[in-house]
Structures are given as C-alpha cells and as structure tokens.
C-alpha cells in the first residue's frame, strides 16, 4: 500500500477547541463554486455569468508580460474609458478612495470601508477577487452587505446592449475584469453611494480602476511592494513600484503604508512630488502602533492594540487609539488597520465627518473570509474535521506566508501545525515553502491540487509543490519524509507516525482529492500532538479557501 494513499477510519477529535463567530451564518451569503452561481438565490445571474465566463479572465490564464506597465505592452486603459463613457461616465458620479499595492490591499479596504460605514456613510466598496460568488466584489450601503443577486441581474440586462455594443467597437477586446469593474461603478453611482473605496486589480497605471480622475479622487492608498506578478509588472520591485504610482492623481493626498525599502519609498515619494500630491507614511517613525497581547472573546482570538498616530509633514494628522480590539490577526494586519485609519484622517482633514471613536469601532467590527479565519467546532464538524483546530488563510507568497507562521506563533506559541496546500502556478512555490518550514511547528505538509478561478490552466501539479518542499527542507537543513523515499514507500501514515515518534520529523505527503487531503492532515495531527493544541491551517491560496467553503455551504 503506498505511502498516503489509503487512509483509515474514524477522525478523532482533539482536546482543544477554536470557536468563531465568523461562521455558518455568514457562510449562507456565499456560493459554492468559485466564479460560478451556487446559491438558490445566486441561480438568478445564471445569464450574467454565462456571458462573464464569454469573456477573457486573467485570472484563469495569468496575465501577460508587461501588461500591467505604462507602455506600449500594458493594457489599453482607454478601452475602459469608452465603455464607462457608453455607460454615461458613472465613476464622475462619486468620490474614491483608490487602493493598489502587493499585499494588504483587501484587508485595508475592508478596515476604510468598516470605518466608514461607522460613521454613517453609504459606501460602495469594490475588490477582487471573490471567494464564493462574484457578488463579494460588490458590496454598498451602510451594512456592507454583498451587492444583491437580483439588483446585479438587474444591471446586467439593463446594460447589456451597451456592452454588446462595446465589444462590437473594440473587436471583442473586453475583459471580465473590465466589465466587473464597469458595472460596480455604474451601480455605485446609480445607488448614489458618499463613497467608494476602491482595489485595484493588478498594478495601478493600467489597472482598469485607474480611470479615476483627480478630481473624483478623495485620496490614494499604496499598501506594499513586493515580488508578486513580477512579469506582468516589467520585472523588477522598481518597475512594480512605478506602477503602482500611477494612481497617485494630481494634487490629492497619498497614504503609503509600507515599510518600504529606501529606494522603493524614494519612487513613490518622486511620482507624489511631480503631482503635487501631500504623502502620508503609515509606517513612519513617529506612529507609535503595537500589539499589546492576545485574548479570546465569545471564542474568538483578537490581538488588543494600541495605534498612535503623528503625522506633521504635508498634513497634520492626529489619532491616539488604545486597547483597539483586532479580530484580523498579525503584525501584518496592525499595519494594514494603520494604513487604513492614515486614510481615514485624510478624508477628516478634508471634510468628511468621521470621529475616532467610528474609527476605533469600525477597525473592530472588520473580517474577513479566508484571512485568519478560525472554523467554528460545527464547521469543522462539517467538513469531517470534528474537534479539531482549523485556519483558513489566503496566504500565496513568501511575505505572506511569513506574515501566517508569525501570527500563528504569536497567537498559539506551542501549537503543532499541519498544513494543507494548494497554489497557482505563478508563485514562489519555493520561497512560500521556506517561510512555512522555518516559521513553525511543522508536523506534517499535505499537497494538493484545487482549480483557479474555476480553470485548471494555472494550478500547481502537487507532484511539483512537493519538489518545491522538499528542496526547501534541504536547503534549511529539516528532514522530511515523503513518498519519494523509498525505504518508506510501503509504510501507513500509521506506522510512518509510529516509526518517528521520537524524531519529529515533518511528514510531506501528496492527496488527490481535497476530502483526502483533509483526512490525511487530521490523521498526522492526532498522531504527532496528542494533548497538545494541534492546528489544521489550509492556505496557499483563496481558491483552496473556496473549497472549504464551498464544503460548508453544502451542509448549511
């Protein structure tokens, strides 16, 4: 019987329990097949996403090189502007907050768009990509609530011999990102939203958000830069910066988060200076932000913080904010609630009614699917996982996966991890690897492999992932075993658990079906932790998030 391969029966259960209210509940609002209507009340957009499935989808097929620049390669942002002005120029209807940046783009959008809608504000909020159903990408009003099935269906019919028309004039050129985006804005501007907080896709100067001008913008946001999408953004950290600069508009303040390396800040700083736009730095000296500890509240963890803020350059902002009660975990997510309260002030300092107790609230009412999210005991129930620890995050790169390790660590010190993986074929499969076997305690790794934006055409063979790990533990000097081992080949996970257990040696192991691979995981924690608090963390992507989903809405 090969290593893996057959696993017995039943899953016992663990000593220690997570509980989340981030739960079933929420769970009914989504579909159960990424890209595609799962819903009863989802079935309604059966002919909107028949015609979006029609359309060219860079997140099926990856992105072509250089399109994210501002050259002759990158994408034709006046494409965007002729079908927005076919549909009567609703982006000139609302003011915008604009979001780009390599990480922390959605988190800092929710926190902004929380805050707001604290305060009283009707706001639109659009981001990608979903987890469940499209209509996560469009939420407005005052509850930030998904944009209903039926205004969306709505909407479709009523445009849809403009955009007929559209694609006629531009040869069938549009993409599904350009009419996603397209009619949020429409919808923004005909529910007559205060504002609109909005995530660029990919980049920023030909992101097909960045049709905003400067006088429709209320401020600009840039999170962080990194390594992800390196060709599509001309290859190098400075070309991702510099595109990510363009959506700094003239003469409108610019909140960077950062911390960026000195040569990274310095081109976005030159690019603020030439549009005589006020910088705001997050991640400047002066802010004083701090993660004070961790606590459980209803069986939730949440980091309690305190956020000081002093800005005296360009603006003049202030915020003191102690005992801030974060239900999205990690360093990484201090920094993204900072950036965003940077934001907030920006739009006070400009007129906008937003008091720091709205800030404050709105900062701890903000989550999010897929990101640190603990599974209630009922969920991990449903997905066969009974009693266990289970952590869904999205985590797809090198920074992030450091960001997870780190926040694991700092949540549960002495926890034993087991991981299940899946990833798109245009990551640092490597780098990801060497963040999670050096940041934890790593019992075991289970490979897999789950479909992008409902296509297969960038998933990662797991046969490829477990090169990568394997490679990764040499290179730190960690023995594994796995399936390629052939004095181990014939063994159980069982005996293969039996065999180790006094040298605690990470198990890798390759499934073929994500119910398996579960199975698998939860056979290697109950044999390795013991009393001890194990955890299942499921990441690598927010696709292998939208399976777990996916499972649990079936059991609701």
Known sequence: MKLFQHLRQPILTHRKRLTSSIG????????????????????ELKDLMEYMNSLKNYEK??????????????????????????????????????????????????????????????VGCYTSPHIQTVRERISMGRFGEPVSAKALRSLFHRIKK??????????????????????????????????????????????????ICSSGLATSVITTIGEEHLAALGGSLESIATAKSGIIKHGRPVVLGGPFLPRIEHILRDKAFLMSSPVVLASDSGNRSKINGVSMLNGRPFQSCDIVIRVERDLKLFIELLDVKLYMLG???LQNAVTATCAALCLRHLGWRISDECIRTGLQQTHLLGRSQFLTSKEAQAIGLSGATILLDGAHTKESARALMETIKMTFPEAGLTLV???????????????????????GVVLMEASIAGSKSRTTAASLLRNCWIQASKELGIDVLHDEMSEHQDLSVDQ?????????????????????????????????????????????????????????????
Do not use: W, Y
């Open 331 to 333: 360093t990484h997510q």
């Open 496 to 556: 293969l658990i039996c065999l180790n257990k006094l040298g605690n040696k990470p198990i890798l192991a390759v499934e073929a079906s994500f119910q398996a691979s579960l199975n698998t995981a939860n056979q290697i924690l109950r044999g390795r932790t013991g009393d001890r608090l194990g955890i299942v963390v499921i990441t690598g992507s927010l696709h292998i998030v939208s399976l777990v989903l996916a499972t649990l809405h079936h059991h609701v």
């Open 421 to 443: 993986v899946a990833m798109a074929s245009d990551k640092d499969h490597l780098g990801f690897a060497r963040e999670c076997l050096s940041g934890g305690h790593v019992n």
């Open 24 to 43: 079933v509940g929420l769970l009914r609002n989504v579909g159960s097949r990424r890209g595609f209507c799962a819903s009863s009340d989802d079935l």
């Open 162 to 211: 403009i955009l007929d028309r559209a694609m006629e004039v531009e040869n069938g050129r549009m993409s599904h990102f350009e009419v996603l985006t397209a009619m949020a804005f429409t919808l923004f501007a005909q529910e007559n939203v205060g504002i609109a907080v909005i995530e660029a896709g990919l980049g920023g100067a030909r992101d097909a958000t960045n049709v």
């Open 61 to 122: 097929s990856g992105v072509p090189k250089d399109a994210g620049t501002d050259s002759e390669d990158g994408f034709d942002l006046g494409r965007m502007r002729r079908l927005l002005e076919l549909l009567g120029n609703p982006h000139s209807k609302f003011k915008a907050v604009h979001i780009a940046g390599t990480k922390g783009k959605g988190s800092t959008a929710a926190f902004l768009s929380s805050i707001l809608r604290a305060e009283g504000h009707s």
